[in-house]
């Protein structure tokens, strides 16, 4: 399974369409701000069933969200026992070098701007799949 952190609708549908297009069979389940992120990684609240709620298999993690950015939800994945082996792919809005080298740094396993087109949107789908056949 996918977890795809994202808070806009639009990135939302253009992943989804784009996993279609690759015939890439992995579940994709969203939340649309960090904190959300947060609570489902902790299991807590609606997402403390493990088994409706399961750990990723791979992340898609948007760098700017509501409440916590991307950056302190990598940050915290990456200090986690239970999920730090767990392969972050952050996708941004911002064209700043400096995000990319701080996402990288924290350990982040790809890193791309947007907006993308859709063979790189395939392309991240592919690797998101990969990492989920890897597990």
Known sequence: MILLIEDDPNDVFFVERAMKKAHLVVPLHVVSSGREALEYFRGEGKYSDRNAYPLPSGILLDLKLPHVDGLEVLRWAKQEPS?????????SGSPMETDRLKAEQM?????F????????WIQ???LLN???MAR
């Open 107 to 111: 350990g982040a396993a790809g890193f």
């Open 113 to 120: 701007e947007k907006p993308l087109n859709a063979d790189t």
């Open 83 to 91: 999920i730090c082996h767990i392969p972050v792919v952050m996708v």
């Open 124 to 126: 991240i789908s592919q």
């Open 130 to 132: 990969k990492f989920a």
